[in-house]
């Protein structure tokens, strides 16, 4: 069996106010350092601002991603220029919300969250044609990430 890659983000180009680690959920994760309060920004999306022709020939084949849509013309690629906001990881149950904002993406608390807790996001406005299977564990997850497969429970 080939070992699972781990990716890595250097820790000198991780935003404050976080870290990147081991996650429960999924691979990596983003963790906080600090106390964020309810509606308290976290992070901003940093990378490679590209075409959504460039991000559709960056998918082909690939399937661990970290771009994400500012609109229908334009997409950020964080495995280029990434400050660890990349790894949020996605939960049911989130403790945090994106809004985007004059073309810049950014994360705020959904709730309070403490140090050492996990940045999570619903990624449930993803649109996938698969079925990804959803590993946050939250009592009351839809068993896929997908929204178009929202209301079929995966096991």
């Known amino acids: ?24 959920i999924d691979g990596q994760g983003c963790f906080a350092t600090v106390p ?16 959504r022709g460039e991000a559709a020939r960056r998918m082909r084949g690939r399937r661990r991603l970290h771009i994400c849509a500012i609109n229908s013309y334009w997409g950020i690629d ?12 996605h939960s049911c149950r989130p403790n945090s919300f994106v ?7 950014i994360f705020f608390a959904l709730r309070d969250i403490e140090p050492g807790e996990e940045i999570t996001l619903d990624y ?4 996938h044609d698969d079925d990804y299977r959803c590993r ?9 990430i997908n929204v178009k497969a929202k209301g079929r429970r995966q096991r």
């Open 1 to 24: 069996m080939k070992p699972k890659k781990i990716e890595r983000v250097s820790p000198a180009s991780v935003a404050p106010g976080i870290r990147v680690g081991k996650s429960g």
């Open 36 to 51: 964020y309060r309810r509606g308290r920004k976290i992070v901003e999306l940093t990378g490679e601002l590209i075409s």
């Open 78 to 89: 964080s495995s280029v220029g990434g400050n660890g906001s990349q790894f949020i990881n």
């Open 99 to 105: 809004r985007i904002m004059h073309s810049h993406i």
């Open 124 to 127: 449930v406005e993803s649109y």
């Open 136 to 144: 946050c564990k939250a009592e009351d997850c839809r068993g896929t």
